[in-house]
């Protein structure tokens, strides 16, 4: 069974920062690509970043540079893994962010969620 678990989500002041990590387990896949999507109340899901087996990162345009993703998931010995160093937090940022893993046909799979305050 395929088991996301998410840490690093709090409370912080705007023009801070924060790390959220994900550690993904259970898989008998290959990770197609690995990363974070957020939810804010009232909003749809949407992404933030992700990273693919091949090594590129693709960001969301109100990431601005202030975001970087990092993992580990592509070869034999990968560790399945994927960060998220947030800096520069906006109180838009404010939202509950989602690790994402999807296989190599196209199934998503989530995490539980953290909770992101970004207090002004």
């Known amino acids: 069974q395929v088991q996301l678990v998410e840490s690093g989500g709090g409370l912080v002041q705007a023009g801070g920062s924060l790390r959220l990590s994900c550690a993904a387990s259970g898989l008998i896949f290959s990770i197609n690509t690995m990363g974070w999507y957020r939810q804010a109340p009232g909003k749809q899901r949407e992404l933030v970043a992700v990273?693919?087996?091949?090594?590129?990162?693709?960001?969301?345009?109100f990431v601005k540079g202030r975001f970087t993703i990092s993992g580990d998931i592509s070869g034999d010995n990968a560790k399945n893994l994927v960060y998220l160093q947030m800096n520069s937090l906006e109180p838009e940022d404010t939202a509950v962010y989602y690790c994402?893993?999807?296989?190599?046909?196209?199934?998503?799979?989530w995490g539980q969620g953290t909770q992101v305050t970004v207090s002004s």
């Open positions: 994402n893993v999807e296989s190599p046909i196209a199934k998503d799979y």
């Open positions: 990273i693919r087996s091949g090594g590129s990162r693709t960001y969301a345009d």
